[in-house]
């Protein structure tokens, strides 16, 4: 069973960083591409980005690309989201979602974590 | 960016009833169009890939077409597990970007 755990979420003060992590199994992580979405509360889908199977592209919503970081340990089964200069619009829930083979939907998500960004 | 509009923003249906959502495109897709569901508090679930095929294990009243700009979720016999919100995702260029989402709900 494919099974997506994203954990590090919380409460985080504006202006500070956080880093997310996704654990996957039930799957041969290293033959898929990998995402991040996130959903402001109430609101719709947003992608984030995506990292390739070997971590040798990386593609980001241009509006985030200089405060995310994608990265993925593929000897850990583990994906990874990097937050700096975090905001109160940064707020929402974060997904991690596993890429179809050579394509580019996500057939499978994880829970989400929550991050609130607020004093 | 490719901007995907959805419409309705949202419907209610009778059980049984036949249903459409819709989704335009800023440009040509070249089919390349996906849909989710998502249900409250939870993940969002992919329905619908590359305009028309099913995906595994989604009940085959939900169908998808449509081409170029202009796309188009059909259920085909409106189920009480329907209700939940419906978004379309483009997958052709990054990058990808969502529908706004159409709440859909039991008349």
């Known amino acids: 069973e494919v099974k997506l755990v994203e954990s590090g979420g919380g409460l985080v003060q504006p202006g500070r960083s956080l880093k997310l992590s996704c654990a996957a199994s039930?799957?041969?992580?290293?033959?898929?591409?990998m995402g991040w979405v996130r959903q402001a509360p109430g609101k719709g889908l947003e992608w984030i980005g995506e990292i390739n199977k070997d971590s040798s592209t990386i593609n980001y919503t241009p509006s985030l690309k200089d405060k995310f970081t994608i990265s993925r340990d593929n000897a850990q089964n583990t994906l990874y989201l990097q937050m700096s200069k975090l905001g109160s619009e940064d707020t929402a829930i974060y997904y991690c979602?596993?890429?179809?083979?050579?394509?580019?939907?996500?057939?499978?998500w994880g829970q989400g974590t929550l991050v609130t960004v607020s004093s | 960016d490719i901007q995907m509009t959805q419409s309705p923003a949202s419907l209610s249906a009778s059980l049984g009833e036949t249903v459409t959502i819709q989704c335009r495109a800023s440009e040509d897709i070249y089919s390349g169009l996906a849909w989710y569901q998502q249900k409250p508090g939870k993940s969002p679930q992919l329905l619908i890939y590359g305009a028309s095929s099913l995906q595994d294990g989604v009940p085959s009243r939900f169908s998808g077409s449509g081409s170029g700009t202009q796309y188009s979720l059909k259920i085909s016999s409106m189920q009480t597990e329907d209700e939940g919100v419906y978004f379309c995702?483009?997958?052709?260029?990054?990058?990808?970007?969502f529908g706004s989402g159409t709440k859909l709900e039991i008349k």
């Open positions: 995702q483009q997958g052709l260029k990054y990058p990808l970007t």
């Open positions: 039930g799957f041969n992580f290293n033959d898929y591409w």
């Open positions: 979602a596993r890429a179809t083979i050579a394509a580019p939907w996500f057939a499978y």
